[in-house]
């Protein structure tokens, strides 16, 4: 079934998605300006809560293991989370825009 959105609704669904968008690039542009990764770890410290910080991280290891050809059963187990969060980022490194794959590649 398809959601109905009433003209106010839909007009604050594109305006929060442009906002997204402009926020987006501000933090891109944050980020870029680092030069060392002290920096960068005491900027991440400062903005972010321990539980966010280990949020992302947890992120990170689920989506290397998943390269690293490991089963969600096993990066489940290792991380300690679910089989379900470790498929959501699977579905992520499939089908999302290639970014999170690209930064975690072996090379």
């Known amino acids: 079934m398809l959601q109905r959105y009433n003209s106010r609704r839909l007009q604050q669904h594109i305006m ?3 906002d997204l968008e402009k926020d987006k690039k501000l933090l891109v542009a944050t980020l ?3 030069k060392s990764s002290k920096d960068l770890s005491n900027f991440i410290d ?3 809560t321990e539980e ?3 949020d992302l ?3 990170i290891k689920i989506a290397r293991s998943i390269l690293d050809g490991k089963t969600y059963d096993e990066i489940a187990e290792k991380v300690k989370t679910s089989t379900s969060t470790v498929s959501k980022i699977g579905q992520i490194i499939k089908y999302g825009k290639g970014g999170l ?3 975690l590649e072996k090379k």
């Open 16 to 18: 929060d998605k442009a």
């Open 32 to 34: 870029r300006k680092f």
């Open 46 to 48: 400062d903005l972010l």
């Open 52 to 54: 966010e910080i280990l």
């Open 57 to 59: 991280a947890q992120r």
């Open 101 to 103: 794959g690209k930064v």
